[in-house]
């Protein structure tokens, strides 16, 4: 059984920092396929943010692209959401996200079958 745990929200001011982690368990080299980054801002519909795909390439949405990184820790079973010069519009739920088979948007929020609980990020003016 997947299981994917966040941590490392919190409260920042605009242009400040922070680092997601996301524990995955049960979401095993041999029925991976992305481990993604979404996140739910107040009033609006979930959206993809950032997916790290099993051959290590990464996909960005265009609003974070150049301020995001997205990383792996295979060793540690962790992905990582590096955000930087962060503005207010990214205040929101992240949630960590697992999918199995591939299609080709990978930002998808239908093609992910495994949710974690969500971690609050909030970015003042």
């Known amino acids: 059984q997947v299981r994917l745990v966040e941590s490392g929200g919190g409260s920042v001011q605009g242009g400040g920092s922070l680092q997601l982690s996301c524990l995955a368990s049960?979401?095993?080299?041999?029925?991976?396929?992305?481990i993604a980054w979404f996140r739910r801002a107040p009033g609006k519909e979930r959206e993809g943010v950032a997916g790290?795909?099993?051959?290590?390439?990464?996909t960005y949405a265009d609003s974070v692209k150049g301020r995001f990184t997205i990383s792996g820790d295979n060793a540690n079973n962790t992905l990582y959401l590096q955000m930087n010069v962060l503005e207010p519009e990214d205040t929101g739920i992240y949630y960590c996200?697992?999918?199995?088979?591939?299609?080709?948007?990978?930002?998808?929020?239908?093609?992910?079958?495994?949710w974690g609980q969500g971690t609050q990020v909030t970015v003042s003016a």
């Open positions: 996200a697992a999918r199995h088979a591939c299609s080709e948007d990978s930002l998808s929020v239908g093609s992910y079958a495994h």
């Open positions: 049960g979401y095993t080299t041999n029925n991976r396929c992305t």
């Open positions: 790290f795909h099993r051959d290590g390439s990464a």
